[in-house]
């Protein structure tokens, strides 16, 4: 759900851009690299990527993380789809693209096998950089490769005995799913199918509140009919459609309000 009150140019009555959270977060509260979090927001057409560190006086078994002295990368989609291609060649082959990632602005996300840690997981890492090339501010996340298991070998007769397939990479997948959603979402093809698809329950609802308009004597007109420029013969000799019907008070208004998708289509 959206949160927040953001404006693309923080002008007064502007438009909002809310920021949406994605259930999609990561947290290792045991990490011997960093004990931090890794959580995903969408903001103002970018995928914002976080790391945040854990709160020093809360407990092990039930941590919190500071959110504002994290450290964060905002992507486009552009972007999202070069780091998605990356993530993709580094979970095939870890060592052949280690250290491996992009840039946004001052920042640099990359992913590590760990090896530079002393780890024996991957690491995501965001770090900041000055004007100079120095590294001013970063934080890692490791990925718990050990947590993620299903269950084989399963039965009545196992006497509580079974196997376990193990997931090492699960986090790493799961953030890709977010980098692929997000720069595919950002197409909005999903938007016009939705609007599309809704347009005609659209067309009904306004139709009844112009007859309502009309009856309390406000004018409702918006501008006379749109008519085709095509001269196409496919256009001018076709079945007519049903924006181009009469809208007397025989089958025009009326014929749309109580019309079923059949009748429509």
Same mark, same amino acid.
């Given at each position: 759900?959206?949160?927040?009150?953001?404006?693309?140019?923080?002008?007064?009555?502007?438009?909002?851009?809310?920021?949406?959270?994605?259930?999609?977060?990561?947290?290792?509260?045991?990490?011997?690299?960093?004990?931090?979090?890794?959580?995903?927001?969408?903001?103002?057409?970018?995928?914002?990527?976080?790391?945040?560190?854990?709160?020093?006086?809360?407990?092990?078994?039930?941590?919190?993380?500071?959110?504002?002295?994290?450290?964060?990368?905002?992507?486009?989609?552009?972007?999202?789809?070069?780091?998605?291609?990356?993530?993709?060649?580094?979970?095939?082959?870890?060592?052949?693209?280690?250290?491996?990632?992009?840039?946004?602005?001052?920042?640099i996300i990359c992913f590590s096998t760990g090896k530079d840690f002393n780890s024996k997981f991957?690491?995501?890492?965001?770090?900041?950089?000055?004007?100079?090339?120095?590294?001013?501010?970063?934080?890692?996340?490791?990925?718990?490769?050990?947590?993620?298991?299903?269950?084989?070998?399963?039965?009545?007769?196992?006497?509580?005995?079974?196997?376990?397939?193990?997931?090492?990479?699960?986090?790493?997948? =799961?953030?890709?799913?977010?980098?692929?959603?997000?720069?595919?979402?950002?197409?909005?093809?999903?938007?016009?199918?939705?609007?599309?698809?809704?347009?005609?329950?659209?067309?009904?609802?306004?139709?009844?509140?112009?007859?309502?308009?009309?009856?309390?004597?406000?004018?409702?007109?918006?501008?006379?009919?749109? =008519?085709?420029?095509?001269?196409?013969?496919?256009?001018?000799?076709?079945?007519?459609?049903?924006?181009? =019907?009469?809208?007397?008070?025989?089958?025009?208004?009326?014929?749309?309000?109580?019309?079923?998708?059949?009748?429509?289509?």
């Amino acid at each position: 759900m959206p949160y927040g009150n953001y404006s693309n140019n923080n002008k007064k009555g502007g438009p909002i851009d809310p920021t949406i959270y994605s259930p999609y977060r990561f947290n290792n509260a045991q990490s011997t690299v960093d004990q931090t979090s890794l959580t995903t927001q969408f903001w103002n057409k970018t995928l914002r990527i976080s790391i945040s560190p854990k709160n020093p006086e809360s407990p092990t078994d039930q941590p919190t993380f500071d959110m504002k002295n994290g450290i964060s990368v905002y992507l486009n989609h552009s972007k999202a789809r070069i780091l998605a291609e990356v993530l993709k060649s580094f979970i095939e082959n870890p060592e052949a693209n280690d250290n491996c990632g992009v840039t946004s602005g001052s920042s640099i996300i990359c992913f590590s096998t760990g090896k530079d840690f002393n780890s024996k997981f991957p690491l995501v890492i965001i770090r900041k950089v000055d004007e100079s090339g120095n590294v001013s501010s970063s934080f890692a996340y490791e990925v718990k490769g050990d947590y993620y298991f299903a269950v084989t070998n399963f039965s009545e007769k196992s006497n509580g005995q079974y196997g376990t397939r193990k997931f090492p990479d699960l986090e790493l997948r =799961q953030l890709l799913t977010v980098l692929e959603e997000y720069y595919k979402a950002e197409t909005r093809a999903i938007a016009y199918t939705v609007v599309d698809e809704t347009r005609w329950n659209d067309y009904r609802t306004s139709t009844k509140l112009n007859r309502i308009g009309e009856k309390l004597g406000l004018d409702m007109s918006i501008g006379g009919s749109r =008519q085709s420029s095509s001269t196409s013969y496919f256009s001018s000799n076709g079945p007519s459609s049903p924006a181009s =019907q009469s809208n007397s008070d025989d089958g025009g208004l009326d014929a749309y309000v109580n019309a079923t998708m059949d009748d429509l289509y």
